[in-house]
């Protein structure tokens, strides 16, 4: 078992939709969690940064942490076409000198 | 002002040739890393260093050395290349207390 599943998609969703993106984990030591974007032929960029659990929100975007289930989701609100890309979903742990451990990234598409 | 920047973006070689990538960071982080990236997105540290120092070396062949002559550059250098060297290789940096990466664009290496 991966220490973090990430469903790879794709998820294809029409404009203006709710997208809810997940990744489960397995260690409970994990603090920091993060949602990367990665557009096609570029670098993964930091989109949300949470430490502990709780709730996030920036913009269209929220990041949920449910540490009790070993959970994190990443909603989209009204979704864009230019939201279609590859979102990573990334943790570490206190003392792990943030060695980030990565989920595999889900494929969106917004579909106009 | 690119925060993180890679050369060569594109790198096309054979079987046996020895490479180097180089990746600099103007942002002040201590700390720099390269990330291999296959051709199923999924992103695998190789190595990481803070303030010149190795402090994460993943397991990956001997063939591959990085090299810091300070820190704000992390060069990697691949010798006897290989066909399963193929894929985009990421250099990224950070600040030492955070686990918030920031990433160059990738340099894709084919190996034929």
């Known amino acids: 078992q991966k220490e973090v599943e990430q469903d790879p998609g794709p998820l294809s969703v029409p404009e203006g939709a709710i997208v809810s993106l997940n990744c489960t984990y397995s260690?409970?030591?994990?603090?920091?969690f993060m949602w990367y974007r990665q557009y096609s032929r570029k670098g993964p960029e930091l989109l949300m940064y949470?430490?502990s659990s709780g709730n996030k929100e920036d913009g269209r975007f929220t990041a949920q942490v449910d540490k009790s289930s070993k959970y994190i989701s990443l909603f989209i609100r009204d979704s864009q076409p230019s939201d279609s890309a590859t979102y990573l979903c990334?943790?570490?742990?206190?003392?792990?000198?943030?060695?980030?451990?990565w989920g595999a990234g889900t494929k969106l598409i917004i579909k106009p | 002002d690119t925060a993180v920047s890679q050369t060569p973006k594109y790198l096309v070689t054979q079987m046996g040739n020895d490479k180097s990538i180089k990746c600099e960071q103007n942002?002040?982080?201590?700390?720099m890393y390269w990330y291999k990236q296959d051709s199923k997105k999924f992103l695998k540290i190789m190595f990481s260093?803070?303030?010149?120092?190795?402090?994460i070396n993943e397991t990956v062949p001997n063939r591959f050395s990085p090299k810091s002559p300070d820190k704000a550059h992390l060069n990697l250098h691949i010798n006897s290349l290989e066909l399963g060297d193929s894929a985009v290789y990421f250099c990224?940096?950070?600040?030492?207390?955070?686990?918030?990466?920031?990433f160059g664009e990738g340099s894709r290496l084919t190996v034929l």
């Open positions: 990224a940096s950070s600040r030492a207390e955070a686990g918030e990466l920031f």
């Open positions: 942002l002040g982080h201590d700390t």
């Open positions: 260093y803070n303030n010149k120092e190795l402090i």
């Open positions: 260690n409970s030591a994990f603090q920091y």
């Open positions: 949470t430490y």
């Open positions: 990334a943790m570490s742990a206190l003392g792990s000198n943030y060695q980030l451990i």
